[in-house]
């Protein structure tokens, strides 16, 4: 596997209405689709969301071989909670294929649980795949800047999930180096029993914590030479500008959780 | 051990908007003995080439072969058939103490005892590291310059029949940097030790190379003896590279005392024209 071929959130260059919306607005029109989507029960509710967050991609025109790669280091979790579902539950027998029974409540359940946590995934990934890094901490950082009145470091908040999330790919592709030559050098994680295979990922692990700490040394060297003093009083060099394409937005959004909630009422 | 690559194409991240060709087309054998030299300006390749021979970077297209062996998807990579030092080695320090990362490979190839602690020794002297003394400290306490000799000396260490470094000398001090490449020298001398290095400073190079191979965007642009491309101050110029010190001196000297000289890579050859000029006579 190669490591750097990664893409967890990564930003897609694009001039899309999405791309162009501020920030805050997908922020907070991401927040409400994630709760809805834990709120509403029922097929028929899922259905329109998942239309919605295709939409979404659509309009952003992000590739669908990106979306999988987004996706793809998470797709076996969806896969277990399918699973467990499917094997927990009784019922109805839909079908049997030798010892193997399976329910229609598991099936139903299986696949109603995987599709919401599939749509999870999706639609946080369409807001930072629309959203370069530096504008999610500016819209983080405005959202969040009434709780800085309550010394909550708002700012310093924001500017760590952005942080986390640049370095990502980094160390990936870091870990993917260190992998290498180590292996050059002998090391072996692929065989043995648990302990040794434990013992055996410290050349890699070692390097890997002693690699980390030296980027945030020198990023944090690197801020302060370039006299950053944490959130207070910084101004924004792209100021957000919530506009007439955000309240369509919005309104869209609106829109399209309030017809999922009514849907998803029944049951 | 005989590394032969077969049209060779490599992209990272291919198909998103930051694709980029990092190796178009490449086809190059390295012979087995042979100290290769592999120059161009950053970005054209060389390092991406240099994983590629190693096998620890898996081209789009084109085949790799080790010893006319393709190698599989997922080549094992043993010690002591190819010894690899990528770019800011020291990154891969992870022992308690100097003598015990040094030791790694080797006790991976199931040498011990006396005979394991005369080849950490002679590792840690061959990256020109005083061995009684910086063998029990630990490696996190030593400077980023001596980090890198430690972690070079875990990948010479091996005695691997290949060694591709990329940029050894980089951070190191000039006195060390001459050392090394002698020490290189004598490795491949003594042993037969095939080396291909990545490497930027055309004087040392000069030194090193046998044969020279110039990248440029991802494509072979020249691969010849390195003492003939050496001279050639025009093709070197072309691909953002400068030509050694005694190649310049030669070409500045062109047209004093009414002569013109053929360009020498060897510094004390260059010493002598001087000498000549000046009307030192030899040895004066």
Request: aromatic share 8%; glycine share 10%.
């Amino acid at each position: 596997m190669q490591l750097t071929n990664l893409v967890i959130g990564q930003y897609y260059p694009g001039d899309s209405v999405l791309h162009r919306a501020d920030p805050r607005t997908k922020i907070i029109a991401a927040f409400l689709y994630v709760v809805v989507l834990f709120m509403v029960s029922g097929l028929p509710a899922l259905v329109l969301l998942g239309a919605g967050a295709a939409a979404g991609i659509v309009v952003a025109r992000i590739p669908m071989l990106w979306l999988y790669r987004g996706i793809r280091p998470v797709l076996f979790l969806v896969l277990i909670t399918f699973l467990f579902q499917l094997f927990l539950y009784g019922g109805d027998v839909l079908w049997r294929l030798g010892p193997v029974t399976f329910y229609r409540e598991g099936v139903l359940r299986g696949g109603f649980l995987a599709l919401r946590f599939l749509l999870l995934l999706i639609s946080s990934s369409l807001l930072t795949f629309t959203t370069p890094p530096v504008r999610l901490t500016d819209g983080l950082g405005r959202l969040m800047a009434p709780l800085a009145r309550l010394r909550f470091p708002a700012y310093e908040l924001a500017l760590m999930m952005t942080i986390a999330l640049r370095f990502i790919p980094t160390l990936l592709a870091e870990l993917d180096r260190i992998i290498k030559a180590q292996m050059a050098r002998g090391a072996d994680v692929t065989h043995g029993g648990l302990i040794t295979r434990a013992r055996n990922t410290l050349p890699i692990m070692i390097p890997l914590f002693v690699m980390s700490f030296r980027h945030a040394d020198q990023l944090a060297l690197a801020m302060e030479a370039r006299c950053y003093r944490g959130g207070k009083g910084r101004t924004l060099r792209h100021k957000l500008h919530f506009g007439r394409l955000d309240v369509a937005l919005a309104l869209i959004i609106i829109a399209l959780l309030g017809a999922a909630l009514w849907l998803g009422r029944f049951r | 051990m005989r590394i032969e690559l077969d049209d060779i194409s490599l992209s990272f991240q291919p198909g998103t908007p930051f694709a980029v060709k990092a190796l178009d087309r490449v086809s190059l054998m390295v012979r087995p003995g042979e100290r290769l030299a592999i120059a161009g300006s950053t970005g054209s390749g060389k390092s991406t080439l240099l994983g590629v021979m190693a096998g620890i970077l898996r081209p789009a297209a084109g085949r790799v072969l080790h010893d006319g062996q393709a190698l599989s998807r997922k080549p094992r990579l043993q010690p002591g058939r190819i010894g690899l030092g990528l770019q800011s080695p020291e990154n891969c320090l992870f022992e308690k103490t100097v003598f015990d990362d040094v030791a790694f490979a080797p006790r991976r190839m199931g040498l011990d005892g006396e005979r394991l602690g005369q080849r950490v020794m002679w590792a840690l002297e061959c990256v020109g590291l005083d061995a009684a003394a910086s063998a029990t400290r630990e490696p996190f306490s030593l400077s980023v310059g001596e980090q890198r000799r430690v972690a070079l000396a875990g990948v010479i260490a091996a005695e691997p029949a290949v060694l591709l470094l990329d940029e050894p000398t980089a951070y190191l001090d000039p006195a060390t940097r001459r050392d090394l490449l002698e020490r290189l020298l004598a490795m491949n001398d003594e042993r037969g030790t095939t080396m291909v290095v990545v490497g930027h400073d055309m004087d040392e190079l000069a030194v090193f190379a046998e044969r020279l191979v110039i990248m440029d965007d991802g494509r072979v642009a020249a691969d010849g003896p390195a003492d003939k491309l050496l001279k050639d101050e025009a093709l070197l110029e072309r691909y953002g590279l400068e030509a050694p010190g005694t190649v310049r001196l030669c070409r500045l000297l062109s047209g004093c005392a009414g002569r013109e000289f053929a360009a020498v890579l060897d510094e004390e050859q260059a010493a002598n024209l001087l000498q000549e000029i000046m009307g030192w006579g030899p040895g004066g």
